[in-house]
T-cell receptor, first 112, second 111 residues
Framework: EPEVTQTPSHQVTQMGQEVILRCVPISNHLYFYWYRQILGQKVEFLVSFYNNEISEKSEIFDDQFSVERPDGSNFTLKIRSTKLEDSAMYFC??????????FGPGTRLTVT | GESVGLHLPTLSVQEGDNSIINCAYSNSASDYFIWYKQESGKGPQFIIDIRSNMDKRQGQRVTVLLNKTVKHLSLQIAATQPGDSAVYFCAEKENFNKFYFGSGTKLNVKP
């Protein structure tokens, strides 16, 4: 069964550093998403991406964040200058239509 | 889209009983809703969805009910099994493609 994959599973970085989180969505999916989940809290929407551009973004997704689909398979989330409060689990998801989303296993980002 | 606070309610049920998990949503313009299951250390897993032009949808052992009048969503799980133990989130879609999640309910199934 096809699945969304994410790398790395755990990323430790120092405050102020740039990080890139990588995702490989399911191959025939058209909609791509990034979410984050701070430990013990709810899943928070960051951004959705369709037709090679951002379709929606949340208040969290400020100028420090960017997304890219550099080729036909990868979908990346970049945080330019990480802050302590960026520490969270980051989930990538993809869907065929604007509905049933398949989530990856997540990348745990720890900012020290 | 913020409908539930940070407190995580817990529902404990006996194996074999039916479970009902509730969710309140905030935006009357939301037109699509999803229930997700999240097991410890994993990403959310789609369970069932419903569009706003419906008030009930059934899947395998699960039923979602939508009451637009009071902006309430529920997930019913029949014959709950130990493997159903997880945190359950509802999510609502706003605008084109923005999803807001509730804070979740932890389901604990006792054998």
């Amino acid at each position: 069964e096809p699945e969304v994959t994410q790398t790395p599973s755990h990323q430790v970085t120092q405050m102020g550093q740039e990080v890139i989180l990588r995702c490989v969505p399911i191959s025939n999916h058209l909609y791509f998403y990034w979410y984050r989940q701070i430990l013990g809290q709810k899943v928070e929407f960051l951004v959705s991406f369709y037709n090679n551009e951002i379709s929606e973004k949340s208040e969290i997704f400020d100028d420090q964040f960017s997304v890219e689909r550099p080729d036909g398979s990868n979908f990346t989330l970049k945080i330019r200058s990480t802050k302590l409060e960026d520490s969270a689990m980051y989930f990538c998801a993809s869907s065929v239509y604007r509905g049933e989303q398949y989530f990856g296993p997540g990348t745990r980002l720890t900012v020290t | 889209g913020e409908s539930v606070g940070l407190h995580l309610p817990t529902l404990s049920v006996q194996e074999g009983d039916n479970s009902i998990i509730n969710c309140a949503y905030s935006n009357s313009a939301s037109d699509y809703f999803i229930w997700y299951k999240q097991e410890s250390g994993k990403g959310p897993q789609f369970i069932i969805d419903i569009r706003s032009n419906m008030d009930k949808r059934q899947g395998q052992r699960v039923t979602v009910l939508l009451n637009k009048t009071v902006k309430h969503l529920s997930l019913q799980i029949a014959a709950t099994q130990p493997g159903d133990s997880a945190v359950y989130f509802c999510a609502e879609k706003e605008n084109f493609n923005k999803f807001y999640f509730g804070s979740g309910t932890k389901l604990n199934v006792k054998p």
